[in-house]
Protein backbone atom coordinates (compact mmCIF):
# COMPACT_ATOMS: atom_id res chain seq x y z
CA UNK A 1 0.00 0.00 0.00
CA UNK A 2 1.30 3.24 -0.42
CA UNK A 3 1.03 6.30 1.61
CA UNK A 4 2.04 9.10 -0.48
CA UNK A 5 -0.29 11.68 -1.10
CA UNK A 6 -2.63 10.96 2.46
CA UNK A 7 -2.65 14.15 3.90
CA UNK A 8 -2.66 13.67 8.45
CA UNK A 9 -3.56 15.52 11.26
CA UNK A 10 -1.56 14.57 14.38
CA UNK A 11 -3.18 15.93 18.19
CA UNK A 12 -0.77 15.51 20.58
CA UNK A 13 1.06 18.02 23.17
CA UNK A 14 3.82 15.58 23.58
CA UNK A 15 6.54 17.00 21.41
CA UNK A 16 8.45 14.01 21.59
CA UNK A 17 6.11 11.33 21.05
CA UNK A 18 5.10 13.87 18.04
CA UNK A 19 8.54 13.93 16.08
CA UNK A 20 8.86 10.16 16.74
CA UNK A 21 5.15 9.41 15.00
CA UNK A 22 5.87 12.24 12.54
CA UNK A 23 9.37 10.32 11.42
CA UNK A 24 7.37 7.39 11.23
CA UNK A 25 4.65 8.37 9.01
CA UNK A 26 7.55 10.12 6.51
CA UNK A 27 9.03 6.88 6.58
CA UNK A 28 6.17 5.11 5.72
CA UNK A 29 5.86 7.74 2.90
CA UNK A 30 3.25 10.92 3.92
CA UNK A 31 3.93 13.69 3.46
CA UNK A 32 5.06 16.47 6.64
CA UNK A 33 1.61 16.02 8.91
CA UNK A 34 -0.20 18.62 10.14
CA UNK A 35 0.73 18.61 14.26
CA UNK A 36 -1.56 20.54 16.78
CA UNK A 37 -1.56 19.63 20.59
CA UNK A 38 -4.66 20.74 21.79
CA UNK A 39 -8.17 19.99 20.37
CA UNK A 40 -9.16 23.75 20.16
CA UNK A 41 -6.42 23.97 18.04
CA UNK A 42 -7.63 20.56 15.93
CA UNK A 43 -11.18 21.51 15.40
CA UNK A 44 -9.27 24.85 13.73
CA UNK A 45 -7.39 22.92 11.60
CA UNK A 46 -10.38 20.73 10.18
CA UNK A 47 -12.37 23.46 9.86
CA UNK A 48 -9.95 24.90 7.51
CA UNK A 49 -8.55 21.48 5.86
CA UNK A 50 -9.32 18.08 4.82
CA UNK A 51 -7.36 15.45 6.05
CA UNK A 52 -7.30 11.52 5.25
CA UNK A 53 -6.61 10.71 8.34
CA UNK A 54 -6.30 11.70 12.29
CA UNK A 55 -3.79 10.41 14.85
CA UNK A 56 -4.96 12.09 18.85
CA UNK A 57 -3.75 11.29 21.83
CA UNK A 58 -5.94 10.05 24.77
CA UNK A 59 -5.09 12.44 26.93
CA UNK A 60 -5.01 16.29 26.02
CA UNK A 61 -4.43 19.76 27.55
CA UNK A 62 -7.82 20.81 26.75
CA UNK A 63 -9.66 17.49 26.82
CA UNK A 64 -9.71 14.15 25.82
CA UNK A 65 -9.39 11.78 23.00
CA UNK A 66 -12.54 10.65 22.93
CA UNK A 67 -14.28 13.64 23.49
CA UNK A 68 -12.38 14.96 20.23
CA UNK A 69 -13.65 11.61 18.52
CA UNK A 70 -17.30 12.42 19.58
CA UNK A 71 -17.35 16.32 18.45
CA UNK A 72 -16.15 14.87 14.83
CA UNK A 73 -18.76 12.22 14.72
CA UNK A 74 -21.32 15.43 15.18
CA UNK A 75 -20.12 17.00 12.36
CA UNK A 76 -21.23 16.96 9.14
CA UNK A 77 -20.36 14.62 5.69
CA UNK A 78 -17.41 14.15 5.07
CA UNK A 79 -15.72 15.32 8.48
CA UNK A 80 -17.68 12.80 10.22
CA UNK A 81 -16.00 9.71 8.79
CA UNK A 82 -12.74 11.38 9.21
CA UNK A 83 -10.43 7.82 10.18
CA UNK A 84 -9.67 8.58 13.70
CA UNK A 85 -6.96 6.53 15.18
CA UNK A 86 -6.60 7.23 19.21
CA UNK A 87 -3.28 6.60 21.08
CA UNK A 88 -2.73 6.29 24.44
CA UNK A 89 0.41 5.53 27.06
CA UNK A 90 -2.34 4.81 29.59
CA UNK A 91 -4.11 1.88 28.22
CA UNK A 92 -6.52 1.96 31.13
CA UNK A 93 -9.83 0.21 30.15
CA UNK A 94 -11.91 3.72 30.69
CA UNK A 95 -9.54 5.29 27.56
CA UNK A 96 -9.69 2.58 25.47
CA UNK A 97 -13.61 2.44 26.37
CA UNK A 98 -14.16 6.00 26.00
CA UNK A 99 -12.57 6.34 22.82
CA UNK A 100 -14.12 3.37 21.27
CA UNK A 101 -17.38 4.45 22.54
CA UNK A 102 -16.63 8.05 20.92
CA UNK A 103 -16.77 6.61 17.57
CA UNK A 104 -12.91 6.20 17.45
CA UNK A 105 -11.58 3.57 14.61
CA UNK A 106 -8.89 2.16 16.68
CA UNK A 107 -7.13 2.90 19.97
CA UNK A 108 -3.61 1.41 20.18
CA UNK A 109 -0.89 1.71 22.88
CA UNK A 110 2.14 3.46 23.05
CA UNK A 111 5.10 2.87 22.08
CA UNK A 112 4.25 2.59 18.68
CA UNK A 113 6.74 1.07 16.02
CA UNK A 114 6.43 1.69 12.54
CA UNK A 115 5.43 -2.03 11.81
CA UNK A 116 2.48 -1.36 13.83
CA UNK A 117 1.20 1.91 12.86
CA UNK A 118 2.08 0.20 9.31
CA UNK A 119 -0.54 -2.04 9.76
CA UNK A 120 -3.27 0.22 11.88
CA UNK A 121 -3.07 2.52 8.98
CA UNK A 122 -3.52 -0.17 6.19
CA UNK A 123 -6.10 -2.09 8.26
CA UNK A 124 -8.05 1.47 8.41
CA UNK A 125 -8.06 1.61 4.72
CA UNK A 126 -9.64 -1.63 4.31
CA UNK A 127 -13.64 -0.56 3.85
CA UNK A 128 -14.97 -3.88 4.99
CA UNK A 129 -16.51 -2.39 8.48
CA UNK A 130 -19.41 -0.21 8.11
CA UNK A 131 -20.35 3.15 9.70
CA UNK A 132 -22.97 3.13 11.64
CA UNK A 133 -25.17 5.63 12.90
CA UNK A 134 -28.27 5.77 15.42
CA UNK A 135 -29.51 7.52 18.35
CA UNK A 136 -26.29 6.83 20.48
CA UNK A 137 -23.63 5.88 18.38
CA UNK A 138 -22.12 7.50 15.45
CA UNK A 139 -18.67 5.43 14.29
CA UNK A 140 -17.61 2.57 12.60
CA UNK A 141 -19.37 -0.52 13.32
CA UNK A 142 -17.19 -2.31 16.39
CA UNK A 143 -17.42 -5.43 15.21
CA UNK A 144 -14.25 -7.51 14.09
CA UNK A 145 -15.58 -10.25 12.76
CA UNK A 146 -19.18 -11.09 11.70
CA UNK A 147 -19.73 -15.01 13.40
CA UNK A 148 -23.55 -14.40 12.85
CA UNK A 149 -25.97 -13.33 15.62
CA UNK A 150 -26.26 -14.20 19.33
CA UNK A 151 -28.66 -17.37 20.01
CA UNK A 152 -29.59 -17.17 16.17
CA UNK A 153 -31.46 -13.90 16.63
CA UNK A 154 -29.85 -11.18 14.28
CA UNK A 155 -30.13 -7.15 15.03
CA UNK A 156 -28.98 -5.87 12.00
CA UNK A 157 -29.43 -6.26 8.26
CA UNK A 158 -25.91 -7.23 7.52
CA UNK A 159 -26.03 -10.47 10.64
CA UNK A 160 -25.13 -13.29 9.05
CA UNK A 161 -28.00 -15.97 9.53
CA UNK A 162 -27.15 -18.89 12.14
CA UNK A 163 -27.10 -21.75 10.01
CA UNK A 164 -23.79 -21.42 7.59
CA UNK A 165 -24.15 -22.82 4.32
CA UNK A 166 -22.13 -25.67 2.33
CA UNK A 167 -17.69 -24.15 1.62
CA UNK A 168 -18.41 -21.82 -2.12
CA UNK A 169 -15.05 -22.28 -2.38
CA UNK A 170 -12.01 -24.54 -1.98
CA UNK A 171 -10.68 -24.39 1.82
CA UNK A 172 -7.22 -22.32 2.31
CA UNK A 173 -3.96 -24.89 3.02
CA UNK A 174 -2.39 -24.59 6.23
CA UNK A 175 0.62 -22.87 4.67
CA UNK A 176 -2.07 -20.12 3.18
CA UNK A 177 -3.46 -19.70 7.15
CA UNK A 178 -0.05 -19.41 7.99
CA UNK A 179 1.35 -16.35 5.23
CA UNK A 180 -2.10 -14.40 6.00
CA UNK A 181 -1.18 -14.82 10.35
CA UNK A 182 2.83 -13.35 9.79
CA UNK A 183 3.13 -9.64 9.92
CA UNK A 184 3.14 -7.34 7.13
CA UNK A 185 6.11 -5.81 5.66
CA UNK A 186 6.35 -2.63 5.21
CA UNK A 187 8.13 -1.94 1.32
CA UNK A 188 10.97 0.43 1.31
CA UNK A 189 9.85 3.58 -0.74
Known amino acids: MKLNGVTALIVDSDSFAVELLTQMLRGLGLGMPKV ?13 NNYDLCICEAELPDSTGAEFVQWVRGQKAPLKYLPVLVSTGYSYLRNVTA ?7 LVVKKPLSGQILYDRIAWLANPSRSFLETETYTGIDRRFRSMG ?3 GEGRRDTDLPAEIGAATEPNLSQAEIDAMMRPTKVAAI
Open 36 to 48: VDSVAAAKTALAN
Open 99 to 105: ARDAGAH
Open 149 to 151: PPE
